[in-house]
């Protein structure tokens, strides 16, 4: 549930970005409202040490004594001495505030400029990601500066008005406004904050949660490859600390977009974080963390995004580092990048353990074939064993779109009970209709939902287990073996009227109507021809016939016919990941020919496998697992419904008439 008084905040901000009509475009108005949100943010948390840290910058050189002139640089011994009167990760070097700049209105621009340049390197870098000088300078051309900043500065943010969750929620939901008007694309969505708890939920759950209360000062890192506006991070930190108050968690970072990067690095930055363990960037080709791995990694990344853009150092990754570099496993396809951010993930985990939790789409359920990019990175997964289990979530639970969605849990520590298990949880019909939409989000899930579906998952294995909700399967039934089933091919080969239509087959009109057992006998016939026009009339006179004798290889082998050429998937047998390569190959073939005596040979007695062409797939078909079928109406109770109605429209029709 959103915090007390969020709605508020978010209103008055909204009727701020009224004033930037005529001036801006619609799809701008975050652009400017967002930087100045986090102005007002910084200018509010700052207040109660700013005179201590003007008083220590004139003491230490960095200020003259009129604490307006700039006096030598700061380097980083002073840097750190500011930053630690201010009791924050940035600080400020300007004597003013929004209240003082608002008493010079025609000065305004400049001040505000200063201000933020006054602001420690950390707090600059993030102001200018937003581009501000330029807004800056059309809001004061515009006459509407002096405005805007009057009604920031009556906006109360102070951290106890406004906590940093409160904040958090009041960030996304202007950016899902913002984003909304900005016509971005659906898969650039935001994550509920009752989604993340969940997620931080389930990656708690049962050991992990016991190893961390057992320690009476854990130490435990985060990593969000996709962080956007940092509320999973913030969420996995406040879910280990209510877990352990006397926990140190340190959370990393990084984010594509500048705009989300600076809102996640302003709120982190207030909360004490290293601005360092924030990057912006594309993790997939500039990973900031390079080398480091973390005790929670979870994400919700962009799914259906295509990455065709940035595609060339990630197939090099992949083609020259293998399975030493992040993306041995395969490539999707690359209309979905979705796989390549959860690689990099699985990738960070610790070698001592770890736990990852990620968002998806149904399509990385089961896209692709067998052999695919798709199936082979499922496959990777399972045959580590990583893959814990997946919780389908309500439908219409993301503010900008309403497809289903599923928390995949993984981990690289599985127990001893959950060795070669997937649980499944079925959580669709356990979302909340809300009250007021919020764009496509029109599900939530409560607290008691969420402590529900956490439950369910715990004690999925257990004697306990909701066999309605809850379904636990070995891992090999997600897998099977695609073999090809090959039949004989049966042809002859005739001479007909288009066959001899074309130059220079034309010269042997009189064989029209021949027909020939064989290839050779055929272009016996026909040795004037070369050997390229001879196959090219070969192949025209040829004919399937089932009736005609079967075509061999020269070591007397069938050839197969293509048309005649099917796929079947054969489920491979339990315990198959725990055998060695030639163990498998063994299996591989033995089930086959065994599916191919039972079941294909009734129908297709000559039928038989080319096992050079088998291919083992990985799917997932979630949705199927909870299928319960529900028999028809009787045709009875359907014949008297339709009667009844009937009836009545003809009694309608006499009423009508009367």
Request: hydrophobic fraction near 40%.
């Amino acid at each position: 549930m959103a915090p007390v008084g969020f709605s508020d905040k978010v209103t008055f901000v909204w009727r701020v970005a009224d004033k930037l009509r005529g001036t801006f475009k619609p799809h701008e108005y975050g652009s400017v409202m967002l930087p100045l949100l986090v102005l007002r943010r910084m200018d509010a948390v700052l207040a109660p040490t700013r005179e201590a840290v003007l008083d220590q910058a004139v003491a230490l050189g960095v200020l003259k004594g009129d604490r307006k002139t700039l006096g030598k640089s700061v380097d980083e011994g002073v840097d750190l001495m500011l930053k630690r009167t201010a009791g924050q990760r940035f600080y400020s070097l300007s004597p003013l505030t929004f209240t003082a700049m608002l008493q010079n209105d025609k000065e305004l621009a400049e001040q505000l400029a200063s201000y933020i340049r006054r602001l420690s390197k950390d707090a600059y870098v993030v102001m200018e990601a937003y581009n501000v000088d330029d807004k800056i300078a059309r809001m004061d051309r515009a006459g509407i500066l002096y405005g805007v900043l009057a009604d920031f500065a009556d906006l109360d943010l102070r951290p106890n008005a406004v906590s940093n969750e409160t904040m958090g929620y009041i960030f996304e939901e202007l950016l899902r406004k913002f984003s909304e008007m900005s016509n971005e694309t659906a898969g650039e969505h935001y994550t509920p904050r009752e989604v993340i708890d969940l997620m931080v939920a389930l990656l708690l759950h049962g050991e992990t949660s016991a190893e961390l209360t057992k320690n009476p000062k854990p130490v435990r890192t985060v990593y969000d490859p996709a962080a956007g506006t940092g509320g999973m991070l913030t969420g996995a930190l406040h879910g280990i600390t209510a877990a352990n108050d006397g926990a140190t968690v340190k959370v990393y970072g990084q984010e594509l977009n500048d705009e989300t990067w600076a809102i996640a690095q302003s709120d982190l930055m207030m909360q004490d974080t290293d601005p360092k363990q924030m990057a912006s960037g594309n993790s997939l080709t500039q990973d900031a963390f390079q080398g480091q791995h973390f005790d929670f990694i979870l994400a919700n990344p962009p799914y259906g995004v295509d990455w065709k853009s940035y595609a060339q150092p990630i197939k090099d990754e992949h083609e020259k580092q293998g399975f030493h570099g992040r993306f041995g496993a395969g490539l999707p396809r690359v209309s979905d990048g979705s796989f390549l951010f959860l690689q990099h993930m699985l990738a960070k985990m610790k070698p001592s353990g770890s736990r990852v939790g990620i968002v998806l789409s149904g399509s990385p359920l089961f896209s692709g074939a067998a052999g695919s990019g798709e199936s082979e990175i499922r496959r990777w997964i399972l045959e580590n064993d990583w893959l814990e289990g997946i919780v389908a979530l309500p439908d219409q639970m993301f503010y900008n779109t309403g497809i289903s969605t599923y928390v995949w849990i993984l981990t690289n520590k599985t127990g001893e009970d959950d060795a070669g298990l997937v649980r499944l949880v079925d959580a669709r019909e356990m979302g909340t209709k809300m009250r007021k939409s919020l764009g496509d989000k029109r599900k939530e899930l409560t607290h008691d939902a969420i402590t529900r579906i956490t439950q369910l998952y715990g004690d999925a294995i257990g004697e306990d287990a909701d066999e309605l909700k809850v379904k636990v399967l070995c891992r090999e039934e997600f897998c099977f073996q695609q073999i090809t089933v090959e039949r004989p091919l049966h042809r002859r080969w005739e001479v007909t009227p288009e066959a001899i239509a074309i130059e220079p087959f034309d010269a042997y009109a009189h064989l029209v109507g021949q027909r020939f057992a064989t290839e050779r006998a055929l272009l016996t016939e026909v040795s004037e021809l070369k050997p390229a026009q001879r196959r090219t009339f070969a192949k025209a006179c040829a004919i399937t016939d089932p009736e005609s004798p079967i075509i061999t290889k020269k070591a007397g082998k069938p050839e197969p016919d293509p048309e005649l050429r099917d796929q079947e998937n054969v489920p491979l047998p339990k315990g198959f990941f725990d055998l060695d390569d030639a163990e498998r190959d063994d299996v591989l073939r033995k089930s086959a020919e065994t599916h191919l005596t039972s079941e294909v040979h009734p129908y297709v007695p000559d039928a038989w496998i080319d096992h050079a062409k088998t291919k083992v797939g990985v799917e997932i078909p979630f949705t199927s697992q909870f299928y319960v079928y529900e028999p028809p109406r009787p045709v009875e109770e359907i014949a008297n419904e339709i009667k009844e109605l009937e009836s009545q429209i003809q009694n309608w029709m006499k009423d009508l008439l009367s």
